[in-house]
């Protein structure tokens, strides 16, 4: 069956610009999250979603962060005047909810957000 | 401040040999613990996971790990490494009272097989 899957792969942009990320989790999947991977260091946490709506948003860095997900399924990660520290590997990752048993994340292959 | 701590960046091993990559964690309470692993263009898959009950945990591609309360420490572990085992690998936890299940990762160790 179908993976999470992230568009675009790779995204150059210039500094000041805004772009948008988006993310198709596992069909029936009711968690999402989005992480953020700097090079050399492992992910961390940015955003969780339980259907529609973002229940943490504990790990924006700040106001030019935003996500989405108007119909609890995609999800867009949108940030805006990106700065060159913004450059990242982006992950999404689903899961079918957050009990013991259903709690394992599955992995996007990622965006890869270089901001120039 | 609630941490995962990867000690060794890198680690090179001979195919064939026995690997242990180690991961410390400070909480107050025992976190739910995991390992993932992510090669180069794939992305991260879990290895495996402990919740509750016997310390020492089976994963996949031949990998376990073991819980050690008094040690706060998770390392994971295979009796015989293949040049396929070579990719980056992640400890990681979910603090048990955390609603929202989110991923605290640590730094990673970057494992090399040589031939």
């Known amino acids: 069956g179908a993976g999470v899957s992230q568009t675009p792969s790779n995204k150059v942009t210039e500094k000041g610009k805004y772009v948008e990320l988006r993310c198709d989790p596992i069909?029936?999947?009711?968690?999402l999250y989005w992480y953020r991977q700097s090079l050399g260091q492992g992910p961390e946490f940015l955003i969780y979603f339980q259907g529609t709506g973002a229940a943490d948003d504990s790990g924006l860095p700040n106001d030019r962060f935003f996500a989405v997900r108007p119909e609890g399924s995609v999800s867009t990660l949108k940030i805006q005047r990106t700065e060159r520290g913004d450059s990242a590997v982006y992950l999404c990752a689903s899961s079918r909810g957050t009990s013991d048993t259903g709690s394992e994340q599955f992995f996007g292959p990622g965006t890869r957000l270089t901001v120039l | 401040a609630q941490s995962v701590t990867q000690p060794d960046i890198h680690i090179t091993v001979s195919e064939g040999a026995s690997l242990e990559l180690r991961c410390n964690y400070s909480?107050?309470?025992?976190?739910?613990l995991f390992w993932y692993v992510q090669s180069p263009g794939q992305g991260l898959q879990l290895l495996l996971k402990?919740?509750?009950?016997?310390?020492l945990v089976q994963g996949i591609k031949g990998f376990e790990a073991e819980f050690k309360r008094s040690q706060s420490s998770f390392n994971l572990r295979k009796p015989s490494v293949h040049w396929s085992d070579a990719a980056e690998y992640f400890c990681?936890?979910?603090?048990?009272?955390?609603?929202?299940?989110?991923?605290?990762f640590g730094s990673g160790t970057r494992l090399l097989v040589r031939p």
């Open positions: 402990y919740f509750s009950g016997d310390t």
């Open positions: 069909s029936g999947h009711t968690a």
């Open positions: 909480y107050g309470a025992t976190p739910y």
């Open positions: 990681a936890v979910v603090l048990s009272m955390d609603s929202s299940y989110k991923l605290i």
